[in-house]
């Protein structure tokens, strides 16, 4: 029913920049926090950023300074602005997205995105 799809990531050059989409789409009452998470290759998963239903935002440590999460609630698509690149950015970035369905009982629950690659290569 309810489903994100990540977009814009790719090749990049260091010092460049991308900026990645997340489109929710289904049967959802209310997006409440969405997240973007990235693993690295040989990484473990980590934060990069979320935000909030009222647009408050959080942040990794790397990302701190380098990157703008936004959301634009009547797309229902969240926004990762990625400046600076480095290679150490280079990762299949995840968006999962908390929301509550219009169902009877108004499930909340996280869909998760097929992610997408970024990668930061001279």
């Known amino acids: 029913q309810v489903r994100v799809v990540e977009s814009g990531g790719g090749l990049v050059q260091p010092g460049g920049s991308l900026r990645l989409s997340c489109a929710a789409s289904?049967?959802?009452?209310?997006?409440?926090?969405v997240t973007w998470s990235r693993q690295g290759p040989g990484k473990g998963r980590e934060l990069v950023a979320s935000?909030?239903?009222?647009?408050?935002?959080n942040y990794g440590d790397h990302a701190k300074g380098r990157f703008t999460i936004s959301r634009d609630n009547d797309k229902r698509t969240t926004y990762l602005q990625m400046n600076n690149l480095t290679a150490e950015d280079t990762a299949v970035y995840y968006c999962?997205?908390?929301?509550?369905?219009?169902?009877?009982?108004?499930?909340?629950?996280?869909?998760w995105g097929q992610g997408t690659q970024v990668t930061v290569y001279a």
């Open positions: 999962s997205a908390d929301v509550t369905s219009t169902s009877l009982y108004r499930s909340r629950y996280s869909v």
């Open positions: 289904g049967s959802i009452l209310r997006i409440n926090t």
């Open positions: 935000i909030d239903s009222d647009s408050r935002p």
